[in-house]
């Protein structure tokens, strides 16, 4: 048996319009389910899906892991974020392990890294 690949990733968070209006902003414009008013909502992202699910107030996480997103320009994301008043914990770089990113938290305290391999 061999894994194939991620389907889809779903996290929480606590006001769906707005983290529905934060990934919109950086280009996650393709939504096949739900929206800002919805308890779940779909963003398509490539061949698989970013799901989010509302939760109450009173339900709380912390630090999992990371999503990692290859996009065309790094950069390009990385100014959509900055004109959208988001503020990187990291600016774009070229990494010792191949790939240029940045890293960004959501709104709920997820955190995102936006990567392309070098050499693409």
Excluded: C
């Excluded at 990733?9 to 008013?37: E, N, Q, W």
């Excluded at 959509?80 to 305290?109: I, N, Q, V």
């Amino acid at each position: 048996m061999t894994i194939e690949s991620i389907s889809a990733i779903t996290i929480a968070t606590h006001d769906m319009a707005r983290a529905v209006a934060f990934y919109r902003s950086l280009g996650f414009d393709d939504i096949p389910y739900g929206g800002g008013d919805a308890p779940f909502t779909t963003f398509r992202v490539g061949t698989g899906y970013l799901n989010l699910i509302a939760m109450p107030e009173d339900k709380q996480w912390s630090w999992w892991g990371r999503i990692i997103f290859h996009v065309a320009d790094v950069d390009a994301v990385y100014a959509k974020a900055l004109a959208a008043g988001f503020a990187p914990s990291t600016t774009p770089r070229d990494a010792e392990w191949g790939e240029r990113y940045f890293h960004l938290t959501d709104p709920d305290g997820h955190e995102l890294s936006f990567a392309r391999p070098l050499g693409r």
